[in-house]
């Protein structure tokens, strides 16, 4: 049989409104849990979660494994969900980026806080395909009227940040009692769509973006006896071929390239997604590190002297203000950056300005600011290469905020 195409899914929505439990529901179906764990109520899925979360951790260094079920149609690979410690950062520097998110929102509550927090940063992460799992019908005695209710809510609420609401599948479910995941409920015979099930078998499989220009952002870099030096990523855009010349940004080194592998196998040509080795005639181990970028010497990465930026400030202690020099995580690349100037706040869900070159900016604010980094760093625009636009923020150990490159000044 042909191998599935694969898809990596996100369970975003406000705390308690039932992502675990759907989550649960589908590891079941595909054979993950057993009805035994499952009968022993809700607790289990959560340590369930967490034993997945802590596993996905470990293995995340070694080879990015996660959590697996299967439709009909596809494979899918859960990510974390945002509030998990590392989402937004894991997102960004690609560890699972994910192609499509299911919104989970509890019938009785409706769309919370975390929500509207939760779309908006999907959408800041560049997920283009949502699923709205209307959850807890059991809680409002499967009505019509109060399903209905709350898709307008929500309609209202993705449509504002850019999302189509008549594109987006709702789906009423109770993920507790397990109405319309995998099978139609018959207590909600009003219902006419999918199952989440069917919704998820109606996504679009992610594309290769392979006509970008080729960005490779370098996760390590070997030396092998016999082979020489051995720089390992993943393709984020485009498509390295054997024979091809690669420049390395910031350093500017390059030269052609030997041989390419993966998974320790000898290949031609390399495409997005794919994790490789390759070798690159008279580049040194010293060289090249962690952080840089190769590209194709017609198209090269581009190194930012000053780039504006378009954040959103996820969990700050105090406020930021200029001056402020925390380290942005950009692709595989740490630099310290410096805020250099508070353009304007806006209204995150709508883009509108609230405010001209405000004093500072705290936990929940959007804003356009400008940024300099201290050393070096390789970023492009959000709207020439996507995948390499987006940064997180940390700082105390923690993701501060998230945000894309809209501009940017080159170094050279
Ligand atoms: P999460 O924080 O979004 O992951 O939410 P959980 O899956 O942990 O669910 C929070 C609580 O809501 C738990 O007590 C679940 O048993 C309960 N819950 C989840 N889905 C449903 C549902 O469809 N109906 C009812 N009645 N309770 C649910």
């Given at each position: 049989?042909k191998?599935k195409?694969?898809?990596?899914?996100?369970?975003?929505?406000?705390?308690?409104?039932?992502?675990s439990?759907?989550?649960?529901h589908?590891?079941?179906?595909?054979?993950?849990i057993?009805?035994?764990?499952?009968?022993?109520g809700?607790?289990?899925?959560?340590?369930v979660?967490?034993?997945?979360?802590?596993?996905?951790?470990?293995?995340?260094?070694?080879?990015?494994?996660?959590?697996?079920?299967e439709?009909?149609?596809?494979?899918?690979?859960i990510?974390?969900c945002?509030?998990?410690r590392?989402f937004?950062?894991n997102?960004?520097?690609?560890?699972?980026?994910?192609?499509?998110?299911v919104?989970?929102?509890?019938a009785?509550?409706?769309?919370?806080?975390?929500?509207?927090e939760h779309?908006?940063?999907?959408?800041?992460?560049?997920?283009?395909?949502?699923?709205?799992?209307?959850?807890?019908?059991?809680?409002?005695?499967?009505?019509?009227?109060r399903?209905?209710?709350?898709k307008?809510?929500v309609?209202?609420?993705?449509k504002?940040?850019?999302?189509?609401?008549?594109?987006?599948?709702?789906?009423?479910?109770?993920?507790?009692?397990g109405?319309n995941i995998?099978?139609?409920?018959?207590?909600?015979?009003?219902?006419?769509?999918?199952?989440?099930?069917e919704?998820?078998?109606?996504?679009?499989?992610?594309?290769?973006?392979?006509?970008?220009p080729?960005?490779?952002?370098?996760?390590?870099?070997?030396?092998?006896?016999?082979?020489?030096?051995?720089p390992?990523?993943?393709?984020?855009?485009?498509?390295?071929?054997?024979?091809?010349?690669?420049i390395?940004?910031?350093?500017?080194?390059?030269?052609?390239v030997?041989?390419i592998?993966?998974?320790?196998?000898?290949?031609?040509?390399?495409?997005?997604?794919?994790?490789?080795g390759?070798?690159?005639?008279?580049?040194?181990?010293?060289?090249?590190?962690?952080?840089?970028?190769?590209?194709?010497?017609?198209?090269?990465?581009?190194?930012a002297?000053?780039?504006?930026?378009?954040?959103?400030?996820?969990q700050?202690?105090?406020?930021i203000?200029?001056?402020?020099?925390?380290?942005?995580?950009?692709?595989t690349?740490?630099?310290?950056?410096?805020?250099?100037?508070?353009v304007?706040?806006?209204?995150?869900?709508?883009?509108?300005?609230?405010?001209?070159?405000?004093?500072y900016?705290k936990?929940?604010?959007?804003?356009?600011?400008?940024i300099?980094?201290?050393?070096?760093?390789?970023i492009?625009?959000?709207?020439?290469i996507?995948?390499?636009g987006?940064?997180?923020?940390?700082d105390?150990?923690?993701?501060?905020?998230?945000?894309?490159?809209?501009?940017?000044?080159?170094?050279?």
């Amino acid at each position: 049989a042909k191998a599935k195409e694969h898809i990596n899914l996100a369970f975003i929505g406000h705390v308690d409104h039932g992502k675990s439990t759907l989550v649960g529901h589908l590891l079941l179906q595909a054979g993950v849990i057993s009805e035994q764990q499952l009968a022993e109520g809700e607790d289990k899925f959560r340590y369930v979660m967490d034993r997945l979360a802590e596993e996905r951790e470990r293995g995340l260094t070694i080879d990015l494994a996660h959590t697996k079920f299967e439709t009909k149609k596809y494979e899918f690979t859960i990510v974390d969900c945002p509030g998990h410690r590392d989402f937004v950062k894991n997102m960004i520097t690609g560890a699972s980026q994910a192609d499509a998110a299911v919104l989970v929102v509890a019938a009785d509550d409706g769309v919370m806080p975390q929500t509207k927090e939760h779309v908006f940063l999907a959408r800041t992460l560049g997920i283009d395909q949502l699923i709205v799992a209307i959850n807890k019908m059991d809680l409002v005695d499967y009505s019509e009227d109060r399903y209905e209710e709350v898709k307008d809510e929500v309609s209202e609420l993705i449509k504002t940040v850019g999302y189509k609401p008549k594109e987006v599948p709702f789906v009423a479910v109770s993920a507790f009692v397990g109405d319309n995941i995998t099978q139609k409920s018959d207590k909600t015979p009003w219902y006419k769509g999918p199952t989440i099930v069917e919704a998820l078998d109606q996504l679009k499989p992610p594309e290769k973006p392979v006509d970008l220009p080729l960005r490779i952002p370098i996760q390590d870099v070997y030396s092998i006896t016999g082979v020489g030096t051995v720089p390992v990523g993943r393709v984020e855009t485009g498509v390295l071929k054997t024979g091809d010349n690669v420049i390395f940004e910031p350093p500017g080194v390059g030269g052609e390239v030997k041989s390419i592998e993966m998974h320790h196998e000898r290949i031609e040509k390399a495409e997005p997604g794919d994790n490789i080795g390759f070798n690159v005639r008279g580049v040194g181990k010293n060289d090249i590190r962690r952080g840089d970028v190769a590209g194709h010497p017609d198209t090269p990465p581009t190194v930012a002297k000053q780039f504006t930026a378009q954040v959103v400030v996820l969990q700050h202690p105090g406020v930021i203000t200029v001056g402020y020099t925390p380290v942005f995580h950009c692709h595989t690349a740490q630099v310290a950056c410096t805020f250099t100037e508070l353009v304007q706040k806006i209204n995150p869900a709508t883009g509108e300005v609230q405010e001209e070159n405000p004093d500072y900016l705290k936990t929940g604010d959007a804003a356009v600011v400008k940024i300099q980094p201290t050393k070096p760093l390789v970023i492009e625009k959000i709207k020439d290469i996507p995948h390499m636009g987006r940064f997180a923020i940390r700082d105390m150990g923690q993701t501060v905020a998230a945000g894309m490159c809209i501009d940017l000044v080159p170094a050279k």
